[in-house]
Nanobody, 116 residues
Framework: QVQLVESGGGLVQPGESLRLTCTVS????????MNWYRQAPGNEREWVAT???????NYAESVKGRFTIWRENALKKVYLQMNNLKGEDTAVYYC??????????WGQGTQVTVSS
């Protein structure tokens, strides 16, 4: 069974930081492109960040310079460091694993709320 479990979400004030963790089981993580997505209330799911199988990274313009994605394949974990959080970052954050054949696996999501 493939399972992705996100953790690390919570309630923070603007300008503060959170680190999300995606813990993966059931796949060989090093062969998968890993992504973070988010979905705010009333909005569609949007892509946030990618780390490829060769450790290249890409970010949505809205988070560039504030968020960092990396992977620890041996630990079967993927991380998203979120700095200088804004109210607009409030969303449920989802971990996603994409196989070379474009088979996608999703976690259950973790809530991030940025509010004063």
């Amino acid at each position: 069974q493939v399972q992705l479990v996100e953790s690390g979400g919570g309630l923070v004030q603007p300008g503060e930081s959170l680190r999300l963790t995606c813990t993966v089981s059931g796949i060989v993580v090093r062969f998968y492109t890993m992504n973070w997505y988010r979905q705010a209330p009333g909005n569609e799911r949007e892509w946030v960040a990618t780390v490829t199988t060769t450790d290249d990274t890409n970010y949505a313009e809205s988070v560039k310079g504030r968020f960092t994605i990396w992977r620890e394949n041996a630990l079967k974990k993927v991380y998203l460091q979120m700095n200088n959080l804004k109210g607009e970052d409030t969303a449920v954050y989802y971990c996603n694993a994409m196989s070379p054949a474009a088979t996608a696996y999703w976690g259950q999501g973790t809530q991030v709320t940025v509010s004063s």
